[in-house]
């Protein structure tokens, strides 16, 4: 069996095409992996923030510092919530 030229090149055309897509889908796999991991360091690291101030908050209260009144509570929680 003989091929024409013509369908040789878009054999070869096409064959190029389907590796070059699937190394496309390979780096854009890695890529949104490096994303996923980076947003899920990024969460960890605000929730421990905020975290480290409501420990802070709540080891004051439940031990009755006494410089920690009522208008120093209410700033800090409205320094969390917002």
């Not at 994303?35 to 969460?43: D, I, K, Q």
């Not at 439940?62 to 209410?74: A, E, M, T």
């Amino acid at each position: 069996m003989h091929l024409a030229f013509a369908d040789s090149t878009a054999l070869f055309s096409t064959a190029i095409g389907l590796v070059l897509t699937a190394a496309g889908l390979f780096f854009n796999g890695l890529q949104l992996r490096m994303s996923r991991r980076l947003a899920r360091g990024e969460f960890v690291l605000q929730f421990d923030e905020v975290l480290a101030k409501y420990n802070d908050i709540d080891r004051r209260l439940k031990h009755g510092h006494k410089d920690y009144g009522v208008r120093q509570r209410l700033l800090h929680f409205t320094a969390i919530r917002y």
